[in-house]
C-alpha cells in the first residue's frame, strides 16, 4: 500500500505526527496504541514491507480466547510511528490522544525463522502472529473476514500459557499504570496551561516570585523519548512551525513537560509580537522559548509541588540549548523588577505564589499578570466644550513636536479631579488662541474646540500609539511647569464647526430632519445626553450604514433613557414621505408589518431621534430576505463568566474556522459577549445558516465543556457560556456592526481582531468616545462580511472530520 495515502490524510504543519519514509531494515516490531479520538480505541501495527501495516481494533486485543475482537484494517502508518504518542490536533484526521499501550517484537508461530512467511500469510488473510510484548504475549490469530471486504479483520487469542479465560479489557490495563511509564516512557498527557488573572499594581512581598512577562505565544512542549511536540493553550500544534525549538529540545535526556511563551526578539532583547505573528521558519530571526514552569518529568507528575520546586526542577534539566532560555524569577521584590521591566521595554511582570501548585486549564489568583503603562510628556493644544454642566472642558488637545512640526497626537479627556479641571480651565484662559496651532485639520466629531497656545506640557499614561501616531486611551497624570517644549510657528486654519443648526433641527443630504429633546440625557450616570449619541452616529455612519442598508428594522426605543424601561417597534405607521420602508408577511402576527429600512444617514438619524440607542437590523436584506449574508454565533455569558472566558471561547471558534477554513470576523456585543459573523454571501436558507452554525457551536462545546452550554434554558444553563446559534432565523435581529448598547458606559458593538481579542481588549475600549477615532485608524473591519462567500459543502467536509 505504501505511505501515500497516509500521506494524503495528513498536514504535517498541523499534527505533529511524523511524515515517514519507507525503511525495510525487516526487524519485526510492533506498537499497540491506546488513540482517544472522536471514538476510543486500539491500533495495532505491524512493521512488514518497511511499512507499519495497521488495523483499528475498537474494543482493544484481549488474552481471552473467547474474545473475538474487530480489527478495520486501515491504511499503512511509518515506522517512526513505533514510537509515536501525543496529542492530534483538533481539525486533523485522527484528532485525539494517543499513547503507546504495548509494543514489542512479533513473528509467524508457523514458520518462526521465515520472514517472508509473514508476507505470504497477510496476502492470504491470515496471519498467525506470536507476540513478545509486555502485555499482548503468545499466539495470536489475525485473519480477514470476508475477501470482498478486505479492511475487516478478526484478531482472536490462541489458548496457550499466556491466554486467560477471565473477562479482559484493555481499558482495565491502561488504567494499571504500575508498568506504564516502561511501556510509553512517561504517562504524561496533554494539559491546558494554568491562566492567571490581572493584577493592578507591582508589589513586594515573602511570599512570591517575580518574573519577567514575555509577549508571544503560549506554547507547551511536550518531550518523549527525544520527540518533542509542540502545542498552544487551545492544543493545536506549533512543532512544524517551529523547528529550531523542536530540536533543541530533542537534545534534553529526560521526558519532560514544559510550559513557556514562545518569542522573537529585537536587537535589544525585547519581544516583538509582531514579528513572532509573521515568523517563517525559512527566515528563523532571533527566536526564543522562554520556559517557566515544568508539569511532567521522567514519568511523574509534578503538578503538586510548589512552584519554587517545579523551577528548582526545571532549572537542573535544562542544559545549555540554542533558542531555549530558562524564565528566572526574583524573590519577594516585585516592585523594582517591576521598575525594571518598564525602563527595558518588557509588557511587565509576572507575579506567581512561591507554594502554588500548578493547576492546568484554571485562571486562578495565585498567579497574577501586572501590565506597564506608558507615559509621555505632551502639548497641550487646545480643549474642547464639556456638554455636562460639572466640567468646565471636556477634553485636552494632545500634540507632540516632530521634526520642526506640531504634530495631533489625540485627545485626553479623563484622568482629572472636579478640583484639578477647575484649576486647569483657570490656568488656560491665559493661552487661548483663535486659530489651530496645527497644520493638519482635525475632525472633532462636531464637537466645540477652544485653541491654546501650545506651550503647557502635561504628562500623560496611555497603552499605545497608533499607526498613525495617536495615543491610545491616555489618562492626565500631571501638569510639568518643570519641562518646555519648542512652540511651533503660528498656523492659520479655521476649526470644524458642528453640524446641528441653531434650532431644532438637522439638514442630511437635502433632507430636514425636525429633533427633539436633545438635551435629555440618556446615560444619567455619565452625563451622556441624546445629542452626543446623534453626534456618535453621525460620526459613524459612513461605516455603518452599508451594515444597515436594504435590512428590516426592529425598533428598540428608549426615549427616556437607560434606565427606564424601553419597548420594542417593528410596524411603522406615519412615517415622513421619504423613509423608505417595506410590507412582510408575519405568520405569527397573520398580518403584513411595514418595516422601516435604513437607507441613508437621514433614516438612521430618524431612529435614533425615535429613541433607538441600539441600531437591530435583519440578518437578510429585502430582495433575498429568506437568505442570510451571514450566520452570526452568539456568546452569552452567564453572570458569574468574566469576559476573560468568552474571549477563550472566541479563540476556539477562531481555531475551529482557520482549520476548516472558514472566514470569521469577531465583533463584541456592547453588552458582555462576543458575536461572531461568518459571511455566506446571501446563498443559503436560515436553516442552512443555523445547522452550519450549530456545527460550529457543538465542536467548541466539546472542546470546552467546562465553561460552554448549548442549553438554551436559562434555568438549565448553569454557570456557563451559552454557544446561541438560534439567533440564524427570518426577523431575527442582533446589534449592528458600531451600534450602540443602552448599558453603563454607553458601550459599542465593535469590530475587532481576533489579534485584539488576543492581546486582552475589554468591552470598555469600545464606547461612543473611542469608537470613531478608532475608525479613522482602522476602517472598516467588518466591510468583509458584506462581501464574503462561503462554500458550505466544503466547510461542513471539513468540520465533520474535525468532530
Keep these: 500500500m505504501g505511505l501515500e495515502k497516509y500521506q494524503q490524510k495528513r498536514d504535517f504543519d498541523k499534527t505533529p505526527e511524523p511524515a515517514g519514509s519507507l525503511d525495510h531494515s525487516g526487524q519485526y516490531r510492533f506498537v499497540i496504541q491506546r488513540h482517544d479520538a472522536r471514538r476510543l480505541h486500539y491500533d495495532l501495527r505491524l512493521e512488514m514491507k518497511g511499512v507499519l501495516k495497521s488495523w483499528a481494533i475498537p474494543k482493544g486485543p484481549s488474552m481471552n480466547p473467547a474474545d473475538k475482537r474487530l480489527a478495520i484494517h486501515t491504511e499503512d502508518h511509518p515506522l517512526e510511528y513505533l514510537t509515536f504518542q501525543g496529542t492530534i490536533p483538533k481539525g486533523n484526521y485522527g484528532a485525539g490522544k494517543m499513547i503507546v499501550w504495548d509494543h514489542g517484537r512479533y513473528e509467524s508461530y508457523k514458520a518462526p525463522n521465515d520472514p517472508n512467511k509473514l508476507e505470504e500469510e497477510y496476502e492470504q488473510g491470515t496471519l498467525h502472529l506470536l507476540f513478545h510484548g509486555q502485555r499482548t504475549k503468545g499466539k495470536f490469530t489475525l485473519v480477514r473476514t470476508n475477501y470482498s471486504k478486505k479492511d475487516q479483520w478478526l484478531l482472536i487469542k490462541q489458548e496457550d500459557t499466556h491466554s486467560t479465560n477471565q473477562n479482559y479489557d484493555a481499558e482495565d490495563q491502561f488504567l494499571t499504570t504500575s508498568n506504564q511509564a516502561s511501556l510509553s516512557g512517561t504517562t504524561q498527557e496533554a494539559l491546558s496551561p494554568m491562566l492567571a488573572t490581572t493584577g493592578k499594581t507591582p508589589f513586594d512581598h515573602p511570599d512570591w516570585l517575580f518574573e519577567l512577562k514575555y ?339 426592529n425598533l428598540h426605543r428608549h426615549p427616556d433613557g437607560i434606565d427606564e424601561p424601553g419597548f420594542y417597534q417593528k410596524d411603522v405607521e406615519h412615517a415622513p414621505d421619504w423613509l423608505q420602508t417595506i410590507k412582510i408577511y408575519s405568520e405569527s402576527s397573520k398580518k403584513h408589518i ?88 446571501g446563498e443559503y436558507t436560515f436553516e442552512e445558516s443555523r445547522d452550519f452554525a450549530r456545527l460550529i457551536c457543538i465542536l467548541t462545546h466539546r472542546k470546552r465543556p467546562d465553561i460552554t452550554t448549548m442549553e438554551r434554558s436559562l434555568k438549565k444553563r448553569g454557570p456557563k457560556i451559552y454557544l446561541d446559534y438560534l439567533q440564524n432565523r427570518r426577523g431575527q435581529t442582533i446589534a449592528a456592526p458600531y451600534s450602540v448598547r443602552p448599558v453603563p458606559g454607553a458601550l459599542v458593538s465593535a469590530p475587532v481582531t481576533w489579534g485584539e481579542l488576543e492581546e486582552g481588549v475589554t468591552l470598555q475600549d469600545f464606547t461612543i468616545d473611542s469608537i470613531p477615532e478608532r475608525i479613522e485608524e482602522k476602517n472598516d473591519l467588518f466591510a468583509a462580511t458584506l462581501s464574503g462567500r462561503l462554500d458550505m459543502m466544503q466547510a461542513l467536509g471539513k468540520l465533520e472530520r474535525q468532530g
Design 215 to 553: 509577549d508571544g505565544y503560549r506554547i507547551l512542549a511536550n518531550v518523549v523519548n527525544r520527540r518533542v511536540n509542540l502545542y498552544s493553550r487551545n492544543n493545536i500544534s506549533y512543532t512544524n512551525k517551529f523547528p529550531q525549538i523542536v530540536q533543541s529540545l530533542s537534545s534534553i535526556s529526560h521526558d519532560a513537560l514544559l510550559d513557556g511563551e514562545m518569542v522573537i526578539l529585537n536587537s535589544e532583547g525585547i519581544p516583538q509580537f509582531q514579528d513572532l505573528q509573521n515568523y517563517d521558519k525559512n527566515q528563523p530571526g532571533d527566536l526564543r522559548y522562554m520556559v517557566f514552569d515544568l508539569l511532567h518529568l521522567d514519568g511523574h507528575s509534578t503538578l503538586k509541588l510548589s512552584l519554587i520546586q517545579r523551577k528548582e526542577l526545571l532549572s537542573d534539566l535544562l542544559p545549555a540549548l540554542d533558542h531555549i532560555l530558562f524564565t528566572d524569577h526574583l524573590s519577594e521584590k516585585g516592585t523594582s523588577l517591576y521598575k525594571e521591566a518598564v525602563k527595558m521595554g518588557i509588557e511587565g511582570i509576572m507575579a506567581k505564589k512561591a507554594d502554588s501548585r500548578y493547576h492546568p486549564g484554571i485562571r486562578s489568583n495565585d498567579w497574577l499578570k501586572i501590565k506597564k503603562f506608558n507615559t509621555a510628556d505632551l502639548l497641550i493644544c487646545g480643549y474642547t466644550e464639556s456638554d455636562k454642566s460639572n466640567r468646565p472642558f471636556g477634553s485636552l488637545m494632545l500634540g507632540s513636536m516632530e521634526e520642526g512640526q506640531l504634530k495631533y497626537r489625540g485627545q485626553c479627556g479623563s484622568g482629572f479631579s472636579g478640583s484639578k479641571m477647575t484649576e486647569l480651565f483657570r490656568l488656560f484662559q491665559s493661552y487661548k488662541r483663535q486659530k489651530s496651532p496645527f497644520h493638519q485639520k482635525i475632525n472633532l466629531n462636531g464637537r466645540i474646540p477652544h485653541w491654546l497656545e501650545p506651550k503647557l506640557v502635561c504628562e500623560v499614561k496611555y497603552s499605545e500609539i497608533t499607526s498613525k501616531g495617536r495615543f491610545r486611551h491616555p489618562v492626565f497624570l500631571r501638569m510639568r511647569p518643570d519641562k518646555t517644549l519648542k512652540m511651533p510657528p503660528a498656523i492659520a486654519f479655521t476649526p470644524s464647526e458642528p453640524k446641528t443648526d441653531s434650532g431644532d433641527g438637522l439638514e442630511v443630504n437635502g433632507i430636514h430632519l425636525t429633533l427633539s429633546n436633545l438635551e435629555k440625557v440618556y446615560w444619567p450616570q455619565f452625563g451622556i445626553r441624546k445629542y452626543d449619541l446623534l453626534d456618535y452616529y453621525i460620526a459613524v455612519s459612513e461605516v455603518m450604514l452599508p451594515h444597515l442598508v436594504g435590512r428590516p428594522q
Design 594 to 681: 411595514n418595516y422601516l429600512l435604513c437607507q441613508n444617514e437621514a433614516a438612521l438619524l430618524y431612529m435614533v431621534n425615535l429613541g433607538c440607542i441600539e441600531i437591530n437590523p435583519w440578518l437578510s436584506q429585502f430582495d433575498h430576505i429568506e437568505y442570510p449574508d451571514y450566520t452570526v454565533i452568539d456568546l452569552d455569558p452567564a453572570p458569574n463568566n468574566s469576559f476573560d472566558e468568552v474571549v477563550e471561547v472566541a479563540l476556539v471558534i477562531k481555531e475551529i474556522l482557520e482549520i476548516s477554513q472558514v472566514a470569521g470576523f469577531p465583533k463584541t456585543s456592547g453588552s458582555r459577549g462576543i458575536h461572531i459573523y461568518i459571511p455566506l454571501g
